[in-house]
Nanobody, 127 residues
Framework: QVQLVESGGGLVQAGGSLRLSCAASGRTFSNYCMGWFRQTPGKERELVATISRSGSTTYYPDSVKGRATISRDNAKNTVYLQVDSLKAEDTAVYFC????????????????????WGQGTQVTVSS
């Protein structure tokens, strides 16, 4: 079992930046690919960024490419998401998630493959 706790959400002005953190506990953090997702009411949870176990591989969808940076500190059992040039459409609840990928240093695109999820943190971008 992996426990994930997000922090860092809040109200941010358009054009600003935010940095979310997700602290993991319960299992060996470096055995997991980590992802950040977001969800708004009535919409499916969408991938924002994903990072492999070692941190050597990352992936961003076009919606945030060039504005988002995912990183991880395996010594601190924490994954981060930095988003710059925030837009109103970035408003959502942001979730971190973990996919057990020991032996494979890869990213995970499909949300259904993530077994563990945090409770989410609200990000509101004001225009």
């Amino acid at each position: 079992q992996v426990q994930l706790v997000e922090s860092g959400g809040g109200l941010v002005q358009a054009g600003g930046s935010l940095r979310l953190s997700c602290a993991a506990s319960g299992r060996t953090f470096s055995n997991y690919c980590m992802g950040w997702f977001r969800q708004t009411p009535g919409k499916e949870r969408e991938l924002v960024a994903t990072i492999s176990r070692s941190g050597s591989t990352t992936y961003y969808p076009d919606s945030v490419k060039g504005r988002a940076t995912i990183s991880r500190d395996n010594a601190k059992n924490t994954v981060y998401l930095q988003v710059d040039s925030l837009k109103a459409e970035d408003t959502a609840v942001y979730f971190c998630a973990a996919d057990f990928t020991v032996g494979r240093d890869r990213v995970t695109y499909n949300r259904d493959e993530y077994a563990y999820w945090g409770q989410g943190t609200q990000v509101t971008v004001s225009s």
